[in-house]
């Protein structure tokens, strides 16, 4: 099913808004991007001919610090879609006390069909066309659906040759000599295995748990490799072909090993194939979607039989799956936080670059894993002090962190009218 990001991030804001009391101009502030850009991207074709596509940058709030988020190309990327995800960008730099604000950005074209160096000249066009609305102390941006390092490289140089100097920390998701932080590939993963450990201990589940994992990706595969070595038992998982289960746990580096040479988890042999639907039901503790949005619905909510859910993917829940999870006891580790791990590190990877500094990947682990629990710990006070499921108190105490940096600078400007 496909979610309308931006009405379901609005939703989110208001909702909070109305359970922290937020006054008029601050609720105005929260729903209405600080900036939006619209540009025209050329680029040269092999043929040397010049298309125009549309592109966009959209800093949705920078009350807490430069706005942070990636950069999508794809056929479907619209203004609105653009908006939503800043929005939803805000409130997870905030939920994760980054010294960041939140944007987006996107381009509207199917990178499929562009050539390597089609898309080099598409991302240098767009990087110059945005210039003027990026920067490390404005907005920062970084890969999404489709772009990768080699994307944020070019923009990295395109707008190292536009104010004549190196400036590395204008962009985050780089490769390694670019001044990519270690890390960065299993990020998302080791964010959402941090999240899933300190849950279980908290749910009292045992420590060789029983896991799904839907989506054998970046973030699945990654994850569903670490809970096992964790000792979890990884008893099911899929990827777009179809699922796998074995009721006393898979060698998740075997499958991998599988998917590399036969391409998909379902030739795996020794294992029992489960319809995608069923995958979500299998007898487990924990349950991790880490593919699509949108896919757990009504009947797959009623059909879940763990007792957590740790959302590594965006939206994968439909916000009447989630009453019903929500009403089953179910506790969900919503994604704003559980898939936080990309967004952290490559905060790291800012915060490196303007001191100059390079971490260990021990280093990078370790504050990313203390940023997680300390997030979560945070989200545990709201929503048991508020009586609020996570998701909604996750939103809260996002909304709350962006409307006092609101409140702190409304307050610098009065003063300054004063005097
Ligand atoms: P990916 O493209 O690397 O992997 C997606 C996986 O899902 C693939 O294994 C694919 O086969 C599988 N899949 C596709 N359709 C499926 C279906 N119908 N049923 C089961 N599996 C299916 O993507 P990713 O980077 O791992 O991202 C997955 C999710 O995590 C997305 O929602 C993404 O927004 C979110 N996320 C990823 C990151 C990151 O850093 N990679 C960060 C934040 C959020």
Same mark, same amino acid.
């Given at each position: 099913?496909?979610?309308?990001?931006?009405?379901?991030?609005?939703?989110?804001?208001?909702?909070?808004a109305?359970?922290?009391?937020?006054?008029?101009?601050?609720r105005?502030?929260?729903?209405?991007?600080?900036?939006?850009?619209a540009?025209?991207v050329p680029?040269?074709?092999?043929?040397?001919?010049?298309?125009?596509v549309?592109?966009?940058?959209v800093?949705?709030?920078?009350?807490?610090g430069?706005?942070k988020?990636?950069?999508?190309?794809h056929?479907?990327?619209?203004p609105?879609?653009?908006?939503?995800?800043?929005?939803?960008?805000?409130?997870?730099?905030?939920?994760?006390?980054?010294?960041? &604000? /939140?944007g987006?950005g996107?381009? =509207?074209i199917?990178?499929k069909?562009?050539?390597e160096l089609? #898309? @080099? +000249?598409?991302? $240098?066009?767009?990087?110059?066309?945005?210039?003027?609305?990026?920067?490390?102390?404005r907005?920062?941006?970084?890969p999404?659906?489709?772009?990768?390092e080699?994307?944020?490289d070019?923009?990295?140089?395109e707008?190292?040759r536009?104010?004549?100097?190196?400036s590395?920390?204008?962009?985050?998701?780089?490769?390694l000599p670019? &001044? /990519?932080?270690?890390?960065?590939? =299993?990020a998302?993963?080791?964010?959402?295995?941090a999240?899933? #450990? @300190? +849950?279980?201990? $908290?749910l009292?589940?045992?420590?060789?748990?029983?896991?799904v994992?839907?989506?054998?990706g970046?973030?699945?595969?990654?994850?569903?490799?670490?809970?096992?070595?964790?000792?979890?038992?990884?008893?099911g998982?899929?990827d777009?072909?179809?699922?796998?289960h074995?009721?006393q746990?898979?060698d998740?580096?075997?499958?991998?090993?599988?998917?590399?040479?036969?391409?998909?988890?379902?030739h795996?042999?020794g294992?029992?194939?489960v319809?995608?639907?069923?995958l979500?039901?299998?007898?487990c503790?924990?349950?991790?979607?880490?593919?699509?949005e949108?896919?757990?619905?009504r009947?797959?909510?009623?059909?879940v039989?763990?007792?957590?859910?740790?959302?590594?993917a965006?939206?994968?829940?439909?916000?009447?799956?989630?009453?019903?999870?929500?009403?089953?006891?179910?506790?969900i580790?919503?994604?704003?936080?559980?898939?936080?791990?990309?967004?952290t590190?490559?905060c790291?990877?800012?915060?490196?670059?303007?001191?100059?500094?390079r971490?260990?990947?021990?280093?990078?682990?370790?504050?990313?894993?203390?940023?997680?629990?300390?997030?979560?710990?945070e989200l545990?006070?709201?929503?048991d002090?508020r009586?609020l499921?996570?998701r909604t108190?996750a939103?809260?105490?996002?909304?709350?962190?962006?409307?006092?940096?609101?409140?702190e600078?409304?307050g610098l400007?009065?003063?300054?009218?004063?005097?």
């Open positions: 099913m496909t979610i309308d990001l931006h009405r379901l991030a609005l939703d989110a804001i208001d909702h909070a109305d359970e922290l009391a937020l006054d008029g101009w601050i105005s502030s929260l729903v209405q991007p600080e900036r939006s850009l540009v025209q680029y040269v074709t092999d043929d040397g001919e010049i298309r125009i549309p592109g966009y940058r800093a949705h709030s920078t009350a807490r430069p706005a988020g990636g950069t999508r190309f056929p479907e990327v619209t609105e879609e653009v908006a939503g995800l800043a929005t939803l960008m805000s409130v997870k730099t905030a939920l994760m006390d980054l010294p960041l &604000g /939140g987006k996107g381009v =509207t199917d990178p069909e562009l050539s089609e #898309l @080099e +000249s598409l991302t $240098r066009s767009y990087t110059r066309a945005i210039a003027g609305n990026i920067g490390p102390d907005d920062v941006p970084a999404d659906v489709n772009t990768s080699r994307h944020m070019w923009i990295a140089d707008y190292a536009i104010v004549g100097r190196p590395p920390a204008v962009v985050t998701g780089k490769s670019a &001044g /990519g932080s270690l890390g960065r590939d =299993t998302t993963a080791a964010g959402c295995r999240v899933i #450990l @300190e +849950s279980a201990e $908290r009292g589940l045992p420590s060789d748990a029983r896991v994992v839907q989506g054998f970046n973030a699945g595969a990654h994850l569903a490799r670490m809970l096992q070595a964790d000792g979890l038992r990884v008893v998982l899929s777009s072909r179809g699922a796998v074995h009721p746990g898979l998740v580096v075997a499958v991998s090993a599988t998917k590399r040479v036969h391409g998909s988890v379902v795996h042999p294992v029992e194939l319809s995608p639907r069923d979500l039901a299998l007898d503790e924990i349950l991790v979607p880490a593919a699509l949108g896919v757990i619905e009947p797959e909510a009623e059909a039989r763990a007792r957590l859910i740790a959302e590594a965006n939206g994968p829940c439909t916000p009447e799956a989630d009453e019903v999870l929500v009403d089953r006891g179910i506790t580790v919503p994604d704003v936080l559980a898939s936080a791990g990309g967004v590190v490559s790291f990877e800012w915060e490196q670059n303007l001191r100059g500094e971490w260990s990947a021990a280093q990078v682990a370790e504050r990313l894993a203390s940023k997680m629990a300390t997030a979560l710990h545990w006070h709201v929503a002090a009586a499921p996570m108190a939103t809260v105490l996002g909304v709350d962190r962006i409307a006092t940096a609101l409140e600078r409304a400007a009065v003063d300054e009218l004063a005097s």
